[in-house]
């Protein structure tokens, strides 16, 4: 007996963590200054695949992390002259985030952890019901 509703629960909810992982990273980081001169904090994406499977076709096994792409190490020129870190025209290197984008992504990254929490424990509910069956007599 395979529980392959469980691993496929438990491969989504572990790439929903690290989603979220990275959004709250881009979060923190999407005031991050530098001078003009320097790089500055690249945002990150994850990039999700499914899961290889050596099943037909490999279809329905689950999630996975294929990667995590960044963002522009320039970032973008802001005017802020009064700042320490500011070049002689005024102008600093900010990281490239946009926080609307990001909110939006933490709660798709939410959402869909939640959603495999709750087909994670449906499945287990329902696995242990099958284990807890009276044998036939």
């Given at each position: 007996m395979t529980f392959s509703a469980l691993s496929?629960?438990?491969?989504?909810?572990?790439?929903?963590?690290?989603?979220?992982?990275?959004?709250?990273?881009n979060i923190a980081n999407?005031?991050?200054?530098?001078?003009?001169?320097?790089?500055?904090y690249q945002a990150q994406y994850v990039v999700?695949?499914?899961?290889?499977?050596?099943g037909p076709?490999?279809?329905?096994?689950?999630v996975g992390v294929a990667g995590v792409a960044l963002g522009p190490a320039t970032g973008q020129l802001v005017y802020q002259p009064s700042n320490p870190l500011a070049n002689a025209q005024g102008y600093v290197r900010q990281?490239?985030?946009d926080l609307g984008e990001q909110m939006v992504q933490l709660v798709m990254a939410q959402n869909g952890f939640q959603a495999d929490a709750s087909a994670f424990a449906q499945a287990h509910a329902a696995y242990q019901s099958a284990l807890n069956l009276p044998s036939a007599a």
């Open positions: 496929i629960s438990g491969s989504g909810m572990q790439t929903s963590q690290t989603w979220l992982n990275a959004l709250s990273g999407q005031n991050d200054t530098v001078a003009t001169n320097q790089p500055v999700a695949a499914p899961a290889a499977s050596s076709g490999g279809v329905g096994q689950g990281a490239k985030v």
